[in-house]
C-alpha cells in the first residue's frame, strides 16, 4: 500500500497528493519532490495516509529526500532572486506603461526558469519586457496571466469580515459563486457589500447557501398573500435564521410571524409538503 502525503509547494498554494514512499514525514516538515517542471521545495501540510483500496487508481509524484540545509540555503537563494525580478519588472512596466498589474514571480528551484505572474483586463504585447528581464537575469522567463481572484489569493489580504482572506487562508479551489446565493440569505445586493477585495462576488457566499437553500424550502415567497392566526396579509422579509417571516396585514401593521403559525390552506406550514428540487449553477 501507498504512503500518500499532501504538500504544499508554495504559501497559502493548493495541496497536492505525493507518494512518500519510506519516509516517515510530519507536518512542517520540507522535503524535495518531483513535479512536472522538475524538482521542488515543498512543505509537508498533511499527515500521512495509506491509499484506499477503493480510491482512484493514479500515478503520484513522489517524495525525493527530506530537504537539506544547502536545499534550504538554495530556496532562500531563489526567493531572494525573485524579489529582485518583481523590483526590477515593476520599473519597466511603469517605464513602459503596460496596462498589466504585476503580481508576483516565482523561480524554479533548480533555477532554470523565473515565471512572472500578472494580472490584465485583455491581452498585453509584452515582448519587450522580456527580453529586458532576460537581458537583466540571463535566464529563461516566462509570463504568465491570471485571474482577479488568483491574485488576491497570491497576494492575501484582510476582507470585509476583518479576518485573513479565505482564498489566502485555507481555499484551495474556487467554486463558483452566483448573485443567486446572495439573493437567498437576503443580503443586501450592493455590489460594495458582497465582492471582495478581488471585485468578484465573495467566496463565504456559498458556505451557507446549501443549509439557507433547504431550510426555506417550505417557507412562503415574499410577495404571496397568506393566512395567519393573528389576521392575513402579504409576506415581506424571510427570517430564516429566526424560523419566521415578516407579514404586512391588510391593516398595513407588520408582524413577526413563526412558521408554526402560518395557516395554508387550513394546514399549518410545518406540515406542508414540496418535493425535493435540484439547483443547479
Known sequence: ?????????????????????????????????????????????????????????????????????DDIK???????????????CYEKIQERALPMSLVTAEQLFDGSKVVVYFSAEGRV???DLV???????????????????????????????????????FLNKFDPVSIKMAKKQS?????????????????????????YNKASKNVPKIGKNIQTEKGSGKVIRNNILKESVTILLDSEEEIDVLYGEIIIDNKRV???EEPDTEIIE
Open 74 to 88: 538554495t530556496d532562500e537563494k531563489n526567493r531572494e532572486m525573485e524579489k529582485e525580478v518583481y523590483l526590477f
Open 187 to 211: 443580503l443586501s445586493l450592493n455590489p460594495t457589500k458582497i465582492s471582495g477585495m478581488c471585485g468578484r462576488l465573495m467566496c463565504c457566499l456559498s458556505y451557507e447557501y446549501d443549509f
Open 125 to 127: 504585447d509584452f515582448r
Open 1 to 69: 500500500m501507498r504512503k500518500i502525503t499532501g504538500i504544499r509547494l508554495r504559501p497559502n498554494g493548493k495541496i497536492y497528493d505525493f507518494d512518500s514512499g519510506h519516509f516517515v514525514l510530519k507536518k512542517g516538515d520540507r522535503v524535495i519532490v518531483n513535479t512536472e517542471q522538475g524538482n521542488a521545495l515543498g512543505v509537508v501540510a498533511t499527515e500521512q495516509r495509506q491509499q484506499e483500496d477503493g480510491e482512484r487508481a493514479r500515478d503520484f509524484k513522489s517524495v525525493q529526500r527530506v530537504a537539506s540545509d
Open 270 to 272: 410545518e406540515e406542508e
Open 131 to 169: 527580453k529586458d528581464l532576460v537581458q537583466k537575469f540571463h535566464t529563461r522567463i516566462e509570463m504568465r496571466q491570471i485571474g482577479v481572484r488568483h491574485q488576491a489569493k497570491m497576494v492575501g489580504g484582510l476582507g470585509a469580515c476583518g479576518r485573513e482572506l479565505c482564498c489566502s487562508a
